[in-house]
């Protein structure tokens, strides 16, 4: 598993179209800030499900195998137990990342990931890390000069 700052890093620089399986359009919804706050830096955002036409001004596929151009990452907002289909249409599709959201942790999923030469990272969220490593915390005051541990001159 992928989970280095390093590795961290190159992932969120390398894969800049993100496949979000589990994508809810309800806006107080974890996918949905998730995505809104990557599709603001410049990540290319597509929903995956099959309940919705569009998210976030983006149209929404039922299945990963029906998108019609390449993805980079597949990062999964479902049920630990939904992963491992979703990891093998990703590998399907020819995805390099699959990426797991904060309390999803398949083994079996990561295994069939990394056996096909894919990245995976799980239990992470890629708004967090993305923040983490690229400086996006500053909306909660983070990076603002408003909090800051140093003494005013």
């Known amino acids: 598993m992928a989970d280095d700052i390093s590795s961290l890093r190159r992932i969120l620089k390398d894969c800049r179209t993100i496949a979000v399986v589990g994508l809810s359009a309800e806006w107080h919804r974890p996918s949905y800030f998730a995505?809104?706050?990557v599709q603001q830096h410049g990540y290319r955002i597509v929903p995956v499900n099959p309940k919705y036409a569009e998210i976030l001004g983006e149209k929404s596929y039922a299945r990963l195998e029906d998108i019609?151009?390449?993805v980079d990452m597949v990062d999964v907002f479902r049920r630990e137990a939904d992963v491992p289909p979703i990891a093998r249409s990703a590998v399907a599709i020819g995805a390099k990342c699959l990426w797991q959201q904060l309390g999803v942790k398949n083994q079996e999923a990561d295994g069939i990931a990394r056996a096909a030469g894919m990245d995976s990272v799980m239990d992470r969220c890629v708004k967090i890390e993305h923040a983490r490593l690229f400086g996006?915390?500053?909306?909660?005051g983070v990076n603002t000069r408003v909090i800051s541990a140093r003494r005013p001159v």
């Open 136 to 140: 996006g915390l500053h909306w909660a």
């Open 68 to 70: 019609p151009f390449p």
């Open 35 to 37: 995505a809104k706050y």
